[in-house]
């Protein structure tokens, strides 16, 4: 990419501000998931099928959601492990001990930068990791006992999955500020 003339830091850049649309689109679609297993729980009569059926497309619509930030999270770490070494390499070859000095600064703020937003990441991760995990199992068992006797055992797990939910939610709102401030460090590098 940096032959076409991309520069590591405009990829990362990009790629942050995608992953915060990623962030958003599987905030969303958890949400929705949520809200249909909250109806399913709440089922009083008519199709149930039809319902589990709604229930898994929204469960497997939100898992795909979750791979795409998954898979952009690792795409994150790779370019600005690249733009360290590089910036690193580059530092190394300066003989102004003023402007080495500031740039090895800006190499250490960015990368602390990096470092707070990539654990705010993981911690999202891990969270919708798990909350993807109770909605697969809530999702199986309704295959399984399609009936409205399994369907009432469940009003008790939509308190406790919401309430998970909910602390996904705000752990995603949390790293999509993180891309802000990492973006913002990273343009405040880019204007030294």
């Given amino acids: 990419m940096s032959k076409l003339g991309k520069e590591k830091r405009d990829i ?13 689109k599987t905030k969303e679609q958890i949400q929705t998931t949520m809200e249909k297993f909250q109806q399913l729980t709440g089922f009083q009569g008519g199709d149930l099928e039809k319902q589990y059926k709604q229930l898994n497309s929204e469960y497997e619509q939100a898992e795909d959601q979750a791979n795409k930030l998954r898979d952009r999270i ?3 770490d790779q370019v600005s492990g690249d733009m360290f070494t590089e910036w690193q390499k580059e530092i190394d070859q300066m003989s102004n001990a003023q402007l080495k000095s500031r740039s090895a600064a800006m190499l250490r703020d960015s990368k602390e930068r990096q470092a707070t937003y ?6 999202t991760e ?14 199986l068992f309704l295959k399984h006992n399609l ?14 999955m919401n309430t998970n939910v909910n602390a996904l939610i705000k752990s995603i709102d949390t790293s999509m500020q993180e ?3 990492l973006i913002s460090s990273l343009s405040k590098a880019d204007q030294s």
């Fill in 179 to 181: 891309a802000d401030k």
């Fill in 147 to 160: 009936n409205a006797r399994a369907v009432g055992s469940l009003k008790n797990t939509a308190a406790t």
């Fill in 74 to 76: 690792k795409s994150i």
């Fill in 126 to 139: 891990a969270q919708m990791t798990s909350v993807l995990s109770a909605f697969h199992d809530q999702v």
């Fill in 118 to 123: 990539m654990k705010a990441m993981q911690k």
């Fill in 12 to 24: 990362l850049v990009a790629r942050v501000k995608e992953s915060k649309k990623d962030q958003e």
